[in-house]
């Protein structure tokens, strides 16, 4: 078997590397010149050249032992680290709340009335439904835990996730919490599934695609595929960049809309409801501070949701990565507009600092201010994204697949998970 995969993100280098493993011939085409996609470290020295970095996409990735983000990043010789549980907060009513750590700290915190307190001690007890038909994520948090946690803390969390408001997504923008009610309740499928903390790799995010990449053979980057045909043999030609392939079996590993385009000519069903799928975009914002307690030992905070005005929310990379600044600085990571009408002032970056301000006063002004876009670099699952998916798949003809994060979740632990479990499900066919 002969396999190119078209995408060189984590879901194109993850699918290369189990392939690889099983013995199979793989190719690999980026279109970039850097693998990776979203999942991207890059370089942002301080004023006096010393050195630090920043994500393009997530700051961390969940794993619990055992997992399969952990045995994958054993498997690749991946030195990780883990920041610990630091403090968090929720923007809510004009101050920050504080967000424990552990569920079952939720009984004492302010986010939650007694009643709503009440309601989620309950869950355990609550019915499971069938996961059809599919439902909407804020409809599904109130009723396995109910109003008060999806009024009250799931708008926050969401958008801090997903750049989108949570009542127009549906539950599969969070895969993990169908497979959680599949236990018995959510708090049983989180105990089975072992304490999960964030852990980032040693250098940043990107030395994960970078390790995949080192390892793999067979990837070419900065090579874009033009098009797909299927021979009478039934194996398929593409071509892209002056290149020609023929192989048994082609994997898209890109975003819907990218892979819409490619299907097009050949699968219109699966091209329609792939370009059906939308995305989301957001505006970053670092900047580095003169270090303030208690916020430079702490994850951050959100903002909940319209309150904010698109100003979804602040992480602290410099507590969470701290090779990412100097030792003596503070770095901050604000994400901005999503899915969110953002108020006019949050277009000029003293509009930004002014609300940094009055969520913590105490803020200094900024000693270096870095901006940058991730345009639609969040797939943004709404009601009926389960619908599309399916029919995607069924249209596909044979020796085509499409892998990607718009399919097995947004998260890389999503998405390692995803690939696993598609890659068992290939070796029962």
């Known amino acids: 078997m002969t396999t190119l995969i078209l995408g060189g993100g984590v879901s194109g280098l993850v699918t290369a590397w189990h392939l690889q493993r099983g013995g199979e011939t793989v190719e690999l085409w980026e279109a970039q010149d850097s693998v990776g996609g979203w999942v991207h470290t890059l370089p942002w020295p301080d004023v006096e050249g010393r050195s630090g970095h920043i994500e393009r996409g997530p700051q961390g990735v969940l794993s619990a032992p055992g997992s399969a983000v952990d045995r994958l990043f054993k498997e690749l010789d991946l030195e990780v680290r883990s920041p610990g549980h630091g403090a968090r907060w929720v923007g809510m009513g004009g101050t920050l709340i504080p967000v424990p750590t552990a569920p079952a700290a939720l009984l004492f915190s302010r986010l939650l009335t007694f009643s709503a307190k009440f309601r989620m001690m309950m869950e355990p007890f609550i ?121 048994d079996r082609v994997l898209l590993a890109l975003p819907a809309y990218e892979a819409s385009v490619l299907l097009g000519p050949i699968a219109p069903q699966s091209a329609e409801a792939l370009a059906a799928i939308p995305y989301t975009s957001v505006r970053l914002r670092h900047s580095r501070h003169t270090r303030l307690a208690p916020l430079d030992d702490s994850f951050g905070f959100l903002v909940h949701p319209p309150e904010g005005h698109g100003f979804l929310g602040a992480l602290v990379p410099s507590w969470i990565d701290p090779d990412s600044a100097p030792a003596d600085l503070m770095q901050l990571r604000v994400f901005l507009g999503g899915a969110f009408e953002m108020d006019s002032s949050l277009s000029e970056s003293a509009g930004v600092q002014q609300v940094l301000r009055s969520w913590v006063p105490a803020l200094g002004e900024p000693l270096q201010v870095r901006e940058e876009l991730a345009d639609r670099a969040i797939p943004r699952p709404e009601m009926g994204h389960r619908g599309h998916v399916q029919a995607a798949l069924a249209g596909l003809p044979k020796g085509i697949d499409w892998i990607s994060n718009a399919r097995f979740g947004p998260g890389v632990r999503d998405v390692v998970e995803g690939v696993e479990a598609w890659m068992n499900h290939q070796d029962t066919k």
Do not use: C
Request: no cysteine; aromatic share 4%.
């Open 127 to 247: 019915p499971i439904r069938s996961p059809e038909p599919e439902e909407n994520l804020s409809a599904f948090v109130a009723r396995r835990l109910g109003r008060g946690v999806a009024e009250n803390l799931l708008p926050a969390m969401v958008a801090g996730i997903l750049a989108a408001p949570a009542e127009s997504l549906s539950v599969d923008a969070l895969p993990k919490l169908l497979s959680w009610e599949a236990k018995g309740s959510l708090f049983q499928g989180m105990r089975s599934g072992g304490s999960s903390a964030l852990v980032v790799p040693k250098g940043g995010m990107g030395a994960f695609p970078k390790r995949l990449s080192e390892r793999l053979s067979g990837v070419q980057t900065g090579l874009r595929a033009e098009g797909l045909e299927q021979l009478e043999s039934g194996r398929w030609r593409v071509w892209g960049g002056g290149e020609l392939r023929e192989v």
